[in-house]
Every structure is written in structure tokens, then in C-alpha cells.
């Protein structure tokens, strides 16, 4: 089961696994620094930047078992 869903919010994110930041990174999504990755979920961040939201969630749980 994934660890990672598009519901995660982004700070959670971050916090839980580090690993993940390269993921942001490669999309170019630099939130995780941002206050709004407080209150927002990847959900919203892939529709506000256009990014495919399951290749997204998909790579992070990739990433973050490595």
C-alpha cells in the first residue's frame, strides 16, 4: 500500500521522508518550502502546476523506498 497518496499533504510529506524532495525538485513544485505546503495536498499543487498527479505520487512512493 502506498505511502503516498494525492490526499498527503506536502509538509507531511517532507517531514516523513526527505528522500521525496528530489521528486518536487524534478518537477520543478519548490512548495515544500513555501506556507502553503502546510494546508495544501499534492492534489492540489499537481492541478495549480499541471502536473500528472498519479506518474507524481507514483515517483515519490518510489522514491522514499530507496
Same mark, same amino acid.
Given at each position: ?5 494525492? /490526499? ?7 517531514? =516523513?521522508?526527505? +528522500? ?5 525538485? =524534478?518537477? !520543478? $513544485?519548490? *512548495?515544500?518550502? *513555501?506556507? +502553503?505546503?502546510?494546508?495544501?495536498? $499534492?492534489? +492540489?499543487?499537481?492541478? /495549480?502546476?499541471?502536473? !500528472?498527479?498519479? =506518474?507524481?505520487? =507514483?515517483?515519490? !512512493?518510489? +522514491?522514499?523506498?530507496?
Amino acid at each position: 500500500m502506498p505511502k503516498i497518496t494525492k /490526499e498527503t499533504n506536502i509538509a507531511e510529506i517532507v517531514e =516523513k521522508y526527505p +528522500a521525496a524532495i528530489e521528486v518536487f525538485k =524534478k518537477y !520543478n $513544485l519548490f *512548495c515544500f518550502g *513555501c506556507s +502553503a505546503a502546510h494546508f495544501e495536498n $499534492l492534489e +492540489a499543487i499537481s492541478q /495549480e502546476f499541471g502536473v !500528472n498527479i498519479d =506518474k507524481f505520487v =507514483k515517483e515519490l !512512493n518510489e +522514491a522514499i523506498e530507496k
